[in-house]
T-cell receptor, first 117, second 113 residues
Framework: GNSVTQMEGPVTLSEEAFLTINCTYT??????LFWYVQYPGEGLQLLLK?????DKGSNKGFEATYRKETTSFHLEKGSVQVSDSAVYFC????????????????FGKGTLLTVNP | ETGVTQTPRHLVMGMTNKKSLKCEQH?????MYWYKQSAKKPLELMFV???????ENNSVPSRFSPECPNSSHLFLHLHTLQPEDSALYLC????????????FGDGTRLSIL
């Protein structure tokens, strides 16, 4: 079956530090990959996505590149801010025809990021 | 304005009460989902509706009863809940086909007394 493994948190950084949250996946074929962010008291928001190998998703200074050879989709940001403090979820959605339901998301367990001033 | 609206945002109920959670999406999607998010546990998919038809029930207890009257509305009817059912319940929607992501509401924080 499909699975997503992301680094265990919590991650604590100082403002302007470099961020990497690792995410690797197991799936049949070429899934679409997503990063979601959940701020305190809110639902999940789509942060960025990539739908094929070598695609780079980017938003709000965050980036992630779809690496087929390493089945990875690591999230990076060059300079984090206090407002980036949140829980980050990596997720995949199977490609249609790869077997099973193509509309279901498989999530990682989430990584709590705390950025201190 | 969020494309997926959930009401109420907070709900406190006793174990013998009956209540309903509501979700409405304004994105023209045709698939809707209920998730349960408990502290220190992974996000749990509960139900999936695809073009108003329930296509997935992940072994959810019968005290949770979903209803999808049309592609824009989704309900979760609650009755005789247990303390361990206290959690954040998230609704999401997406296109049922293709590569598009799910869009989430802000959730209903449910507390069972």
């Amino acid at each position: 079956g499909n699975s997503v493994t992301q680094m265990e948190g919590p991650v604590t950084l100082s403002e302007e530090a470099f961020l990497t949250i690792n995410c690797t996946y197991t799936a049949t074929g070429y899934p679409s990959l997503f990063w979601y962010v959940q701020y305190p008291g809110e639902g999940l928001q789509l942060l960025l996505k990539a739908t094929k190998a070598d695609d780079k998703g980017s938003n709000k200074g965050f980036e992630a590149t779809y690496r087929k050879e390493t089945t990875s989709f690591h999230l990076e940001k060059g300079s984090v801010q206090v407002s980036d403090s949140a829980v980050y979820f990596c997720a995949l959605r199977p490609r249609r025809g790869s077997g099973g339901s193509n509309y279901k998301l498989t999530f990682g367990k989430g990584t709590l990021l705390t950025v201190n001033p | 304005e969020t494309g997926v609206t959930q009401t109420p945002r907070h709900l406190v109920m006793g174990m013998t009460n009956k209540k309903s959670l509501k979700c409405e999406q304004h994105l023209g999607h045709n698939a809707m989902y209920w998730y349960k998010q408990s502290a220190k546990k992974p996000l749990e998919l509960m139900f999936v509706y695809n073009f108003k038809e329930q296509t997935e029930n992940n072994s959810v207890p019968s005290r949770f009863s979903p209803e999808c009257p049309n592609s824009s509305h989704l309900f979760l009817h609650l009755h005789t809940l247990q303390p361990e059912d206290s959690a954040l319940y998230l609704c999401a929607s997406s296109q049922a086909d293709g590569y598009q992501p799910q869009h989430f509401g802000d959730g209903t924080r449910l507390s069972i007394l």
